[in-house]
């Protein structure tokens, strides 16, 4: 009897069933020797299982690095001040495109102060570029691949041509 039920059970949680009974271990003696003693049971309301949905989902990762532009002065040592510097860092803008280069998905200035950046994105392969604002010193386009849960670098250089 106990095999039945059991294997009942197995079958109606297999077949996506929203009521399961549970069997209540507690049987009471029949008087009567010849019958068989019946379990008392108790519906049990579950969640129905709906179809596995995989969401497509994207897990991040991280890009950083160092922009290092110079020389910003045409002798050295530089005596500019924090916020010229910070001026020749603000105009130049990382700008992280898809892997197409068409569409951009970030753009972000590297703290003047330490030259560092750093992004959270999505697992993918992306195009970094960084704006001239018209201003000598030149970027060539580079491709990153960020993966879960771990970190690209991509130090970047631009050379001004200041002389």
């Known amino acids: 009897m106990k095999?039945?039920?059991?294997?009942?059970?197995?079958?109606?949680?297999i077949a996506g069933c929203s009521t399961v009974t549970k069997i209540n271990p507690k049987i009471s003696p029949s008087p009567d020797v010849?019958?068989?003693p019946k379990p008392s049971v108790s519906p049990v309301t579950s969640p129905t299982?709906?179809?596995?949905?995989?969401p497509d989902v994207k897990i991040n990762g991280f890009l950083e690095g160092r922009l290092t532009i110079g020389p910003i002065c045409p002798v050295e040592p530089c005596n500019i001040s924090d916020d010229q510097k910070k001026?020749?860092?603000?105009?130049?803008k990382i700008q992280i495109f898809t892997s197409d280069g068409k569409t951009l998905v970030k753009e972000?200035?590297?703290d003047y102060k330490t030259e560092m950046y750093r992004v959270e994105?999505?697992?993918?392969?992306?195009?970094?570029?960084?704006?001239?604002?018209?201003?000598p010193g030149v970027f060539t386009s580079k491709e990153v691949t960020v993966e879960p849960n771990k970190t690209t670098t991509l130090d970047i250089n631009i050379d001004t041509g200041i002389r």
């Open 3 to 13: 095999k039945i039920v059991i294997l009942g059970l197995i079958s109606l949680i």
């Open 34 to 36: 010849s019958s068989t």
């Open 49 to 54: 299982p709906g179809p596995s949905v995989t």
């Open 87 to 92: 001026q020749v860092y603000e105009i130049r």
């Open 108 to 110: 972000l200035i590297a």
């Open 121 to 135: 994105l999505p697992e993918g392969k992306y195009t970094v570029n960084v704006t001239n604002a018209g201003i």
